[in-house]
């Protein structure tokens, strides 16, 4: 099943450490997408990538997070000095790049905990 | 702001009825929206979709309808089965200048089909 894969599945952070987030698309995909749900709420946008460009990142924090896609390997997202307000499930989404962006095909998730 | 909104957190509903899950939106630029299937700690599963050029779109037990002009969706399962119980998201494409395709989500709602 090439669906989008994530890892790792589960991370644990100290305050002030960096998480990385890894997500590989589906085969055939270009665009990724990152979204954060917070407990009880739904997923919020944080950026959306192409190979080796960010499109739009109007959903992430102006500091400490950032992302990329490169031209090989998976997107990563990458928050430096940990907070516990960042514990959150981080998803990765993905899309051809056909023009078929609107439906989007979802990863499992990283679920962030920042003890 | 919440522009794609769930009114209601939970559902409940006998094996074999009608689920009727309702989605109110406030952006009149959303051209396409998606209902999401959420299992817990997995991703999110995409379900259905609808083009705001469209009123109706059936796929097998799941139907979907749009009224454009009360900026208001739904989501028909029928018959319902207790494998149908999780959480659903509503969630409508944002287009913006860029060409970013994020989307919107509402905050879930939580479905339970008894046996």
């Known amino acids: 099943n090439a669906g989008v894969m994530q890892n790792p599945r589960h991370l644990v952070r100290r305050r002030g450490q960096e998480a990385r987030l890894r997500c590989s698309p589906m085969?055939?995909?270009?665009?990724v997408y990152w979204y954060r749900q917070l407990p009880e709420e739904g997923l919020k946008f944080m950026v959306y990538?192409?190979?080796?460009?960010?499109?739009?990142e109007s959903g992430m924090p102006k500091e400490r997070f950032s992302a990329e896609f490169p031209k090989e390997g998976p997107s990563i997202l990458r928050i430096q000095q940990v907070v516990r307000g960042d514990s959150a499930a981080y998803f990765c989404?993905?899309?051809?790049?056909?023009?078929?962006?609107?439906?989007?095909?979802f990863g499992p998730g990283t679920r962030l905990t920042v003890l | 702001d919440q522009q794609v909104k769930q009114n209601s957190p939970s559902l409940s509903v006998q094996e074999g009825r009608i689920s009727i899950l309702n989605c109110d939106y406030t952006?009149?630029?959303?051209?396409?929206f998606l209902w999401y299937k959420k299992y817990p700690a997995e991703g999110p599963t995409f379900l259905i979709s609808i083009s705001s050029i469209k009123d109706k779109n059936e796929d097998g037990r799941f139907t979907v309808f749009l009224n454009k002009s009360a900026k208001h969706l739904s989501l028909h399962i029928v018959p319902s089965q207790p494998g149908d119980s999780a959480v659903y998201f509503c969630a409508a494409s944002d287009i913006t200048q860029g060409g970013s395709e994020k989307l919107v989500f509402g905050k879930g709602m939580k479905l339970t089909v008894n046996p």
């Open positions: 989404a993905s899309s051809p790049p056909d023009g078929g962006g609107d439906t989007q095909y």
């Open positions: 085969k055939g995909h270009s665009h």
């Open positions: 952006n009149s630029m959303f051209d396409y």
């Open positions: 990538l192409q190979k080796e460009n960010i499109i739009d």
